[in-house]
């Protein structure tokens, strides 16, 4: 058995997040586009109360050009794939957006995938007290 060191950033939020994807990936299967993906999660997003934005613009730079599928609680940072692979450029995508929004947690998401592996992302620059 593997122990984990230290506390984990927003456990509970983060659990509930990935059985929602799961459940979507469960019912859509692995051949849908980002878009169905993202109307799935928001539908599921109402069902459970929480609270979330979906296409939310950062300012970077003096304008708004950081658009991230999802924004969670305003604590987490989800981001919807459906390609085969995830590369590099997905997780520095997710830095910046991270880093815009000065979010501490971001989760990349691969519906694409035969078995789903969320990917969580910390933004090392915002320091944030656990709220669990």
């Given at each position: 058995m593997r122990t984990i060191k230290g506390n984990v950033i927003e456990k509970d939020l983060s659990y509930q997040l990935v059985g929602i994807f799961f459940r979507i990936h469960k019912e859509l299967g692995r051949f849908c586009r980002e878009r169905q993906y993202g109307d799935a999660l928001e539908?599921?997003?109402?069902?459970?109360?929480?609270?979330?934005?979906?296409?939310?613009?950062?300012?970077?730079?003096?304008?708004?050009?950081?658009?991230?599928?999802?924004?969670?609680?305003?604590?987490?940072?989800?981001?919807?794939?459906?390609?085969?692979?995830?590369?590099?450029n997905d997780f520095f995508q997710m830095k910046r957006y991270l880093k815009s929004a000065s979010i501490k947690l971001g989760i990349i998401v691969n519906f694409r995938a035969k078995y789903i592996h969320p990917k969580r992302v910390l933004n090392n620059e915002v320091i944030v007290t656990n709220r669990s």
């Open positions: 539908r599921e997003l109402k069902t459970s109360g929480l609270r979330y934005e979906r296409e939310r613009s950062y300012l970077v730079g003096g304008r708004f050009s950081n658009r991230v599928d999802f924004t969670i609680e305003g604590r987490i940072i989800v981001d919807l794939k459906a390609k085969r692979f995830l590369e590099e």
